[in-house]
């Protein structure tokens, strides 16, 4: 089974203004419509039987809204896994892991630099304790500013990684968007997960084969980033630029498959 670790999914009347949203941001046009049939027939373009939808919360008031969105999710597909989030600001977490708990949402994810604080935050440690050892965490990591100035950084989720060393990590965009050769210095070889989302049409051809070269093949997951980008179109780009260095792009879309088993119907 093929999976694509990392989508966006938008509410059919929200999902123009978050695509509009999204070009402003990154500056650039995205590619799928934002919407779950959208993503869902370009999966099956791709031959991807199974996609991870993540949404995070940009506020403590927004935990409870994403997360029932989440769950919707779950009841529309058995083709989808969907990720809850949290935030370190929000008064109930231990209550709204239990809510999340209960309809058998087992994933998290965190996005520091569009959440407002920053990874090695005691407030997001404190949280970490509540969460424990059984969630699954997608991490956004990297962005443009220098490691020190980022609110996420491969450096910072090293540091987590050895302070929480039961959850599944999942270091997003190869350990860390244009920190890639800090995701060298301070990632690679950790157990740590990468997805490939919204890296391989940025990363540099050295940086990419010493990065392969330094990681573990059963840690490193196929992620499109939709709407960004098209699966197909990431799916093409796993196998031109690594499948070349010695792992196959067959065994990058399994790898979720053990994460993220599929629901039944």
Known sequence: MFTDAH??????????????????????????????DDLL????????????VHTAATDPAQVIPANNWAMDMERQSERVTAFGTLHPDYAEPEKELARLRAAGITGLKFHPDFQGFFLNDPKFYALM??????WTLMVHVGDTLPPDKNPSCPRKMAALRRA????RLIAAHLGGFSHW??????????DVFFDTSSSLSFIDDDTLRELIARHPADHLLFGSDYPLFDPADEIALVERRIAPLGVKARTILEAGTALFPARKP
């Open 181 to 190: 050769k800090y995701s060298v210095e301070h990632l690679a070889g950790m």
């Open 164 to 167: 929480f060393p039961g959850p």
């Open 41 to 52: 027939a370009r999966a099956d373009r791709a031959g991807i039987d199974h996609v991870v």
């Open 129 to 134: 304790e509540m969460i424990g050892s059984e």
């Open 7 to 36: 989508t966006h999914v938008f509410h059919p009347k929200i999902a123009e203004k978050a695509i509009n949203q999204l070009h402003s941001h990154y500056g650039i046009h995205p590619q799928g419509t934002g919407v779950l």
